[in-house]
């Protein structure tokens, strides 16, 4: 059983910075290393929203967000720069292979003066 477990959050001010880190354990660094693994964000009350998304080859890339991985450390990290009040959200790490999904617990961002 595949194990995530999210930091990295807290309060910042607005046009700071912060890296949210995703630690997978329970998986090999080889086998890790083929999941697809997926930021997502959610305020109260709405939708979990797709933030950044990381394969074995390619990321995606969004402004003022970075996805990067490690597999030798079995983490994927998101850099958020230039944050704004709306980018105030709980964010989960989910990490997906074939058929097996797995989901972290949160890590809540806040972002305010």
């Known amino acids: 059983q595949v194990q995530l477990v999210e930091s990295g959050g807290g309060l910042v001010q607005p046009g700071g910075s912060l890296r949210l880190s995703c630690v997978a354990s329970?998986?090999?660094?080889?086998?890790?290393?083929?999941?697809?693994v997926r930021w997502y964000r959610q305020v109260p009350g709405e939708q979990r929203v797709l933030v950044a998304f990381?394969?074995s080859d390619l990321n995606s890339v969004k402004g003022r967000f970075t996805i990067s991985r490690d597999n030798a450390r079995n983490t994927v990290y998101l850099q958020m720069n230039s944050l704004k009040p709306e980018d105030t959200a709980v964010y989960y790490c989910n990490a997906q292979l074939d058929f097996t999904n797995y989901w972290g617990q949160g890590t809540q961002v806040t972002v305010s003066s």
């Open positions: 990381i394969t």
């Open positions: 329970g998986v090999s660094g080889s086998i890790f290393s083929r999941y697809v």
